[in-house]
């Protein structure tokens, strides 16, 4: 069973920027697409950001220019590094994990962003 443990959310005013961690306990973890979705109150869930094995990737278009997402595979860590921070980036950010076509799939737990002045 893979576990995704994010870490670095909070609260920050307009303009500012924010690092999000996200630490699996697999050893195969970089086998895996790697992704953050958020959420906000009323909302669906979407996708931010996403990674390649191969560090291929791409971006929502609310995001691209203002966030950068990357992965660290000797350390098990995928970051997303948020700048530039909007009020209507607040939300709680989930880690994403998959393999074959989402076949396997796993979730972190979510971290509360909130842009406010």
């Known amino acids: 069973q893979v576990q995704l443990v994010e870490s670095g959310g909070g609260l920050v005013q307009p303009g500012g920027s924010l690092t999000l961690s996200c630490a699996a306990s697999v050893s195969i973890f970089s086998r895996y697409n790697l992704g953050w979705y958020r959420q906000a109150p009323g909302k669906q869930r979407e996708l931010v950001a996403r990674i390649t094995p191969g560090g291929g990737v791409n971006y929502a278009d609310s995001v691209r220019g203002r966030f950068l997402i990357s992965r660290d595979n000797a350390k098990n860590t995928v970051f997303l590094q948020m700048n530039s921070l909007k009020p209507e980036d607040t939300a709680v950010y989930y880690c994403?994990?998959?393999?074959?076509?989402?076949?396997?799939?796993?979730w972190g737990q979510g971290t509360q962003d909130t842009v406010s002045s």
């Open positions: 994403h994990a998959e393999r074959y076509s989402g076949a396997l799939e796993y």
